[in-house]
């Protein structure tokens, strides 16, 4: 749904029921195409193979040597906080990795 603002009245009526037709075609293309997403289910995309763990894998590795390096360098008194977001950070992508690997496992036990 568009957030501008409504138009006022005193335009031309050709140009007003343009755009409803036009609000119409795109609301029934809308529709129809909610459609059949509405009724799938969520099914999670497959692993595309071992080179969609890498990007994964360097940023979990970044965020475990970031967390360490704000506990043992940073002398801000609120390096302990900063390292433990980090660490949270660290264990949804290494959390990421673990399931994208089980995935790929799966995969290859399956073919």
């Known amino acids: 749904m568009p957030k501008a603002r409504k138009r006022k009245a005193n335009k031309s009526s050709v140009s007003h029921s343009s755009s409803n037709t036009i609000r119409q075609n795109e609301t029934r293309h809308t529709a129809s195409a909610n459609s059949g997403v509405a009724d799938r289910r969520f099914v999670s995309p497959r692993v595309a193979?071992?080179?969609?763990?890498?990007?994964?894998?360097?940023?979990?590795?970044?965020?475990?040597?970031?967390?360490?390096?704000?506990?043992?360098?940073?002398?801000?008194?609120?390096?302990?906080?900063?390292?433990?977001?980090?660490?949270?950070?660290?264990?949804?992508?290494?959390?990421?990795?673990?399931?994208?690997?089980?995935?790929?496992l799966a995969q290859r036990q399956k073919v």
């Open 49 to 104: 193979g071992p080179q969609s763990l890498v990007m994964p894998m360097l940023v979990a590795l970044a965020c475990w040597g970031m967390a360490i390096s704000l506990v043992l360098f940073y002398t801000d008194p609120n390096r302990f906080l900063f390292a433990g977001m980090a660490v949270l950070m660290a264990l949804l992508w290494t959390y990421s990795v673990i399931i994208r690997m089980r995935k790929l």
